[in-house]
């Protein structure tokens, strides 16, 4: 069993900064891809950003450029770099390990984006 633990979340103005982070309860990143995912209210979850075991990574469209996902493995955590955020990136924002047939989910935490 894994458990995930997400941080970092909060009341943030357009355009500022926020860093999530995610720490998982064992050293898991040599056979997970991490992910962060989405989700707003009356929306679906989406994927935002993920980090396979290599560390090789992916971004969402709307994010690319945005935001930045990055792993420190003697610390087991994972985290999402949040720059020049917009109203948009409004959600509550959950941590993800996945490897194919086994997959944990942290809590979520929640960012708003609001003046």
């Known amino acids: 069993q894994v458990q995930l633990v997400e941080s970092g979340g909060g009341l943030v103005q357009p355009g500022g900064s926020l860093r999530l982070s995610c720490a998982a309860s064992k050293n898991i990143f040599t056979l997970y891809v991490m992910g962060w995912y989405r989700q707003a209210p009356g929306k679906q979850r989406e994927l935002v950003a993920r980090i396979t075991s290599g560390g090789n990574t992916n971004y969402a469209d709307s994010v690319l450029g945005r935001f930045t996902i990055s792993r420190d493995n003697a610390k087991n955590t994972v985290y999402l770099q949040m720059n020049s955020l917009k109203p948009e990136d409004t959600a509550v924002y959950y941590c993800?390990?996945?490897?194919?047939?086994?997959?944990?989910w942290g809590q979520g935490t929640q960012v708003t984006v609001s003046s």
């Open positions: 993800k390990a996945d490897r194919g047939f086994q997959t944990y």
